[in-house]
């Protein structure tokens, strides 16, 4: 009976250690780019912090001088496909090596209505991290053979509807190398996609009691998430950040580990936000077409992020890779 | 039912499990095995074929019975002395009450999913996994480290024979049900719950019953290890730490009721965790939970199919055992059912810890590493208590072919060691060598049936 005492007086002590551990115990980098591997780690640093000043001026140049002055190279991925005039987007993409390797360095963006056009830029294309913390890392993001440790994402403004030709302009090891590429603008009212400011549309995701209780029916992240709320019974009630991804599905390098992302974030924001993961393709087989959830939102890609206002409105879309500064950018518009 | 007609319906099940393997479930997990050598169905004959052989080889060349008497030797010097001894014993429990009461804090006061709080992984991998493995390669390690069995009670009344081992076979059952069926099984607040809850019901049974009268019927964690450790050459008798030869604990198992339930129990579980991977019971259980999801709900409709599979697993694995038994009743020597039932329940532990062994193998290889990372920062507060906090899971250390060499391994070598006990547990029940030989052609078969059944749920769940 003289042992009886030694379990409260144990959890005492724990108790009191949880209470002040964060004061004298050795804390976690809270550094993104302390979790990219260490070779990597001065040059994702750099190109996080990309300054318009660093890049030539455009000045009246054709995109194609500027790259002829410049010299190509690399190739550009782009990461997102819907543009609309008349309003600043989000261009997402991955400057990629004849080895098929990610090039990281301070990168900008400029663009012209045609190669020979005059070019508007420089819009500077911050890194975006896309490691996340290993508590988060899926089995796909943690045996990728040469995973992409970020991503870059410039602003920039489209005024009219069209063709656009982009080029990207990293600085690797102090000189530019230029990687070219096209994407279509197009008017907003030609635009399905629910936009921002619009009311989401109330759509059933699937759950795993919808699933008959079989959850990997439903994600093909290993391990499963259990992000799997149903966004009709959510919104309106909280503020929702609802991702359409597929980890194991995903048809491109620049998609990212967006679920995992989604997990880490959950950690600081699940109290104020639901989250929910919403797959792909039916039966995950991409020949089986969308899955209806992405249907009635009028989806053609993915990943794709909507965050939901607690009034059942849009705040924010995100589409394409994006990494975790994006992302927690995107959950703030909602609270 | 007569007998004859009892087995003509256990072999008949029998059969259906003894069939060759069927090629691997439609192919929808991550990671799979490519290259194999040989295909997996031929894994399945070769297991079967080297158990025929160790068969012959024993009826051969063991004609008397070795391991139900064993010779245990003390450690040297003071070695046993020291390790075996009270002050050992008082300071490993007190580190499992320590751990118990910080993986309670984390559980309640850590992060919110099982990914950044140290509870779900430390109850469902390190604990429930890692410590079968430790229990076979170090003894009863659990006993001494036991939270529950550190606080010791003297009990106010007997405790009742009758109930044997039951009380810890429904209380495993009832872990396995929350870790497989329950659906919050890695919440870490729910989970916590549940282990505060199991806490509290099993001081207060110690309170009634005893400490140590409680741990040998009624825990069911201090049951299960037990079982495990009988593997290992490891044994403490009386205080002192010594040396037994291999598998010899096990004869020495005493078997009061409940303990064969335990015992498929164990296998049963793991057995439904293993086929609940695969296609066929993933397609069978979405269709039996549309069937019934107007009656019971939408959500608990998953649960109580899996309940079900969950007890049918059970079932099946008493129906093998049972065909079995039945088996070696029919070939004479004037025993009744309960005694050869009891008699070879021990032969089943190395069957249960196989199983464990290949079907958890790459859980706890690849899952258990989170262990470091969580050991750090328990709380999911970003501390980095012992700088290992940013190490993350290495999936690539051991391939997948190797694990699957491993785990084939694991099922053949426990089978053999099944077939070796309840061998010699037959010749010193039957009066009669050949007699004896003669009632373990059906243990033989039950092992065959098992071994299959273990490489068909390893293909299964990896397809």
């Known amino acids: ?335 | 039912m007569t007998q004859r007609a009892r087995l003509a319906v256990l072999a008949a099940c029998a059969l259906g499990a003894l069939a060759p393997a069927p090629p691997a479930a439609d192919a929808h997990g991550l990671v799979q095995r490519t290259n194999l050598p040989i295909p997996e169905w031929l894994f399945g004959w070769a297991a079967a074929l080297v158990l025929v052989v160790s068969f012959a080889a024993l009826a051969l060349l063991w004609p008397r019975p070795r391991l139900q008497e064993p010779a245990w030797r003390p450690l040297p010097g003071a070695l046993g002395r020291v390790l075996g001894g009270r002050v050992v014993e008082a300071l490993c429990g007190a580190i499992g009450v320590a751990l118990l009461a910080v993986v309670i804090v984390a559980g309640y006061e850590g992060g919110g999913s099982s990914l950044d709080n140290l509870a779900p992984t430390f109850i469902l991998i390190d604990f429930w996994v890692g410590l079968v493995f430790v229990s076979a390669l170090l003894g009863d390690v659990f006993r001494v480290f036991s939270p529950w069995r550190a606080i010791r009670l003297p009990g106010i009344r007997p405790y009742p024979e009758r109930w044997g081992r039951y009380p810890a076979a429904l209380a495993l059952l009832g872990f396995t049900w929350v870790e497989l069926v329950s659906g919050w099984g890695d919440v870490p607040g729910e989970l916590t719950n549940a282990a505060v809850a199991y806490t509290v019901y099993t001081l207060a049974m110690q309170a009634v019953f005893g400490t140590e009268a409680w741990s040998r019927g009624g825990e069911a964690f201090a049951v299960y290890f037990n079982l495990f450790s009988r593997l290992s050459v490891w044994e403490r008798r009386d205080g002192v730490l010594g040396v037994r030869p291999p598998l010899s604990g096990l004869p020495r198992l005493d078997a009061p009721p409940g303990t064969v339930l335990f015992v498929a129990v164990m296998i049963g579980t793991v057995t439904f965790d293993g086929f609940s991977q695969g296609r066929l019971w993933k397609d069978l259980s979405v269709d039996l939970a549309g069937a019934i999801d107007g009656i019971v709900g939408l959500d608990a409709a998953p649960k109580v199919v899996g309940t079900l599979g969950l007890l049918a697993g059970v079932l099946v694995v008493g129906g093998f055992y049972r065909l079995g038994i039945d088996g070696a009743r029919s070939v004479g020597g004037e025993l009744d059912a309960g005694t050869l039932r009891r008699a070879f329940v021990h032969a089943l532990v190395p069957i249960a810890t196989v199983y464990v062994a290949a079907h958890y193998l790459t859980f706890l290889l690849f899952e258990g590493q989170a262990t470091f990372y969580l050991a750090s920062d328990p709380l999911g507060r970003g501390w980095d208590v012992f700088g290992t906090a940013s190490r993350a899971i290495d999936y690539t250390y051991v391939s997948q072919n190797g694990s699957w060499y491993l785990q084939v391994a694991f099922v053949v070598a426990g089978h053999v060691a099944a077939l070796a006990l309840a061998h010699d547990r037959a010749l010193a029940l039957y009066p009669d060598a050949r007699l004896a030989v003669r009632s373990q052609y059906w243990m033989l078969a039950v092992m065959v049936g098992f071994t299959s059944l273990a490489l068909w749920l390893l293909a299964q769940a990896t397809a």
């Open chain 1, 1 to 335: 009976m003289r042992r009886s005492g030694v379990l409260p007086a144990l959890c005492a002590l724990v108790v009191a250690a949880a209470g002040c551990g964060g004061d004298g115990g050795s804390k976690a980098p809270d550094d993104p780019v302390a979790r990219v591997p260490s070779g990597l780690q001065e040059k994702v640093r750099a190109a996080r912090a990309p300054h318009p000043s660093e890049f030539p001026a455009a000045s009246g140049k054709t995109l194609q001088a500027l790259a002829d002055q410049i010299g190509g190279g690399p190739e550009m991925g782009l990461a997102g496909s819907v543009f609309l005039a008349g309003r600043e987007n989000r261009v997402a993409f991955g400057v990629i090596d004849s080895n098929a390797g990610f090039v990281y360095g301070k990168t900008a963006l400029y663009v012209a209505r045609a190669p020979h056009a005059p070019a508007r830029g420089p819009y500077v294309a911050p890194a975006d991290v896309l490691v996340t913390d290993p508590p988060y890392r899926s089995q796909q993001a943690a045996t990728e053979a040469d995973p992409f440790a970020a991503v870059y994402a410039a602003q920039v403004p489209f005024e009219r509807p069209g063709n656009h030709s982009l080029l990207a302009v990293t600085l690797v090891g102090g000189k530019p190398v230029a990687a070219a590429s096209r994407i279509k603008v197009i008017r907003p009212a030609d635009d399905q996609i629910p936009e921002v400011g619009e009311r989401a549309p109330n759509v059933q995701t699937d759950t795993v009691a919808s699933a008959g209780g079989d959850v990997e029916a439903i994600d093909t992240r290993r391990p499963t998430s259990d992000m799997h709320g149903d966004f009709s019974k959510l919104v309106g009630t909280k503020p929702v950040a609802l991702l359409f991804a597929t980890p194991q599905l995903c048809q491109s390098r620049v998609c990212g580990p967006v679920v995992d992302e989604a997990l880490q974030l959950r950690a600081r924001y699940g109290d104020r936000i639901a989250f929910i993961h919403q797959e792909v393709y039916t039966d995950n087989d991409p020949n089986k077409g969308l899955r209806k959830p992405l249907q009635e939102f009028q989806l053609r890609s993915e990943p794709w992020l909507f965050v939901v206002g607690k009034d059942g409105r849009i705040t924010a879309r995100l589409e394409g890779s994006f990494g975790l500064a994006a992302f927690e950018r995107a959950l703030k518009t909602a609270l």
